[in-house]
């Protein structure tokens, strides 16, 4: 009796986690045409917004028209401070026939639509029915800083984000030779990918070294990481073959730590709600402690992963979805240099990761990540007179500082009832 009693409950649970992935029939023709409405919506936006024009958007017009008036050649001898990867694009979509700006904005529109995509084929992977998926992956398209990003800025982050994204389903997947190309991909187009570095580090240790059956591990997936540097320095060969010197495109990724750069000048830059803020002003002496607030955040992480060793379960929720969202809000918080965008993987993670999961507490972080760094956005984009802002990036470094610390206690709580009957990397 206690065992019909006990089969009976699980077949209601299983039931009611069905029901939560998959619409009651009536509704799945509903759920699929309102997918198809916001999928049009969000086209919409992006076209009513491609002649925005902002600073970085005039930027990206001049290196395009130089590299219109140079052809391939251009690669080598261009000014400018972003990855080749990234100019290789540029230089393609001058063979289009577009405007400047147009082409510029395409190459973000193109990559929103590779994160709808993406986040569809992660839903779906992770059992969400098609229409829930196809929902889920539209809504994608309105995270606010995905449109204020690329549909309105012009920047490009989230190509390395989609790149980022692909890695972690790879390494949860247990394809670490991929997950680890995907990321020397990411960090091609834009070095903020290092924040995801970690978690593939831990994800690499547990997998290959810190495991019964590690003896019995194939070779290759020891030397997966050798894969992140190849596919890096393959997306270094346009510019090689166009005639320009590997030590000159290695040091674009680093150029905000030159003393020739702005970034050497200012302790954080523009809006970005970090601890840097709570200073009070963004150069002066402050400026010399930089070094020590890099080893100080190295630290950090380090400590963050021995903690996640001794106290989470490999495979679980914590692990695989709380842990590179900390682990994307906690270095740009602590880290000097840092500019408004730099939380953008953050907030892109934890909205997916919301979606997949329906954990409170992530989805809280997506929607107060989105308040936070709005004021930053702003600053930038639209301009607002300092005097009438009500609320200021400081205001919303200490928000920031109550997120990171919500994230970490949910980190580290054992629930093992949320954990996964087994690790999902395999």
């Known amino acids: 009796m206690r065992f019909l009693t006990r089969h009976a409950s699980l077949q ?8 939560a992935q ?3 029939m009536p509704y799945r023709s509903t759920v699929l045409v309102i997918a198809c409405v916001l999928f049009v919506i969000a086209v919409t936006i992006r076209i009513l917004n491609i002649h925005f024009l902002t600073g970085d958007g005039a930027l990206l017009s001049v290196w395009f028209v130089y590299l219109y008036e ?7 001898t261009i000014d400018s401070d972003y990855g080749v990867t990234y100019l290789t694009l540029l230089w393609v979509t001058t063979k289009f026939g577009l405007g400047p700006i147009t082409s510029v904005k395409l190459i973000a529109y193109v990559f929103d639509a590779a994160l709808a995509a993406l986040t569809y084929f992660i839903l779906k992977d992770r059992g969400s029915s098609v229409q829930t998926s196809l929902l889920l992956a539209a809504c994608a398209l309105f995270i606010p800083t995905v449109i204020l990003n690329g549909a309105i800025w012009g920047q490009c982050d989230v190509i390395y984000t989609v790149f980022c994204l692909a890695s972690w389903l790879a390494a949860t997947k247990n394809r670490q030779v991929a997950a680890w190309a995907l990321f020397g991909i990411a960090m091609s187009f834009k070095i903020q990918a290092v924040f995801l570095l970690p978690f593939l580090v831990l994800h690499y240790y547990r997998t290959n070294w810190d495991g019964a059956e590690r003896h019995k591990l ?5 030397l997966s990481p050798l894969a992140a540097v190849l596919s890096f320095f ?23 730590f030159s003393s020739t750069s702005g970034n050497m ?5 523009g809006g970005i709600a970090n601890v840097w803020q709570l200073v009070g002003r963004e150069t002066g002496p402050i400026i010399w402690i930089t070094t020590t607030a890099v080893l100080f955040t190295f630290v950090l992480v380090l400590l963050l992963l021995l903690a996640t060793l001794m106290r989470v379960k490999r495979g679980s929720l914590e692990e695989v979805y709380l842990l590179p ?25 934890a909205a997916i990761f919301a979606f997949i999961t329906r954990n409170r507490v992530l989805a809280a972080t997506a929607v107060v990540l989105q308040i936070t760094s709005f004021i930053g956005y702003a600053e930038v984009l639209f301009q607002p007179d300092p005097v009438t802002l009500s609320v200021t990036p400081a205001m919303m470094s200490v928000v920031n500082a109550g997120v990171l ?7 580290f709580r054992i629930t093992y009832a949320q954990s996964f009957s087994k690790p999902i990397d395999g």
């Not at 194939?218 to 020891?222: A, E, F, Q, S």
């Not at 393959?234 to 905000?256: E, H």
């Open 234 to 256: 393959i997306c270094q060969s346009p510019g090689l073959i166009a005639g320009r010197r590997l030590g000159d495109m290695l040091s674009s990724y680093f150029v905000f």
């Open 325 to 349: 969202v900390v682990l994307m809000v906690m270095i740009p918080y602590f880290l000097p240099y840092m500019h408004e965008r730099y939380f953008f993987a953050a907030e892109v993670f």
């Open 70 to 76: 140079h052809g391939f050649g251009g690669l080598a």
């Open 265 to 269: 000048k200012a302790i954080y830059r």
């Open 22 to 24: 998959f619409p009651p």
């Open 405 to 411: 610390l919500l994230l970490i206690l949910r980190l």
């Open 12 to 19: 209601q649970v299983h039931t009611d986690e069905s029901a």
């Open 218 to 222: 194939l070779i290759v997936n020891r």
